[in-house]
């Protein structure tokens, strides 16, 4: 899942730029239609990431019981 979704992804030649781009005009971020929908999208987002969390700590968990089963 994508959290930076806020943010444009730039290319090599646009990072170059931005080193030289004293006054930030290059500076370009993803939008949202309104607030609304830019805080609905970092909600979901966020959730998303919570729920990876979860998933990724209960099949370490299991694993961990599994490895410990057989160990005995």
């Given amino acids: ?7 444009a992804t730039p290319d090599f030649l646009s ?10 005009t290059l500076v370009n971020y993803n939008v949202s239609r309104d607030e609304r929908e830019a805080d609905l999208r970092a909600l979901a987002s966020d ?12 099949e370490k968990f299991e694993k961990e019981q599994n490895l410990t089963e057989n160990t005995q």
């Fill in 1 to 7: 899942m994508q959290t930076d979704f806020l943010f």
């Fill in 15 to 24: 990072g170059f730029a931005a080193v030289l781009d004293i006054g930030g």
């Fill in 47 to 58: 959730w998303a990431m919570v729920g990876e969390d979860i998933q990724y700590s209960v």
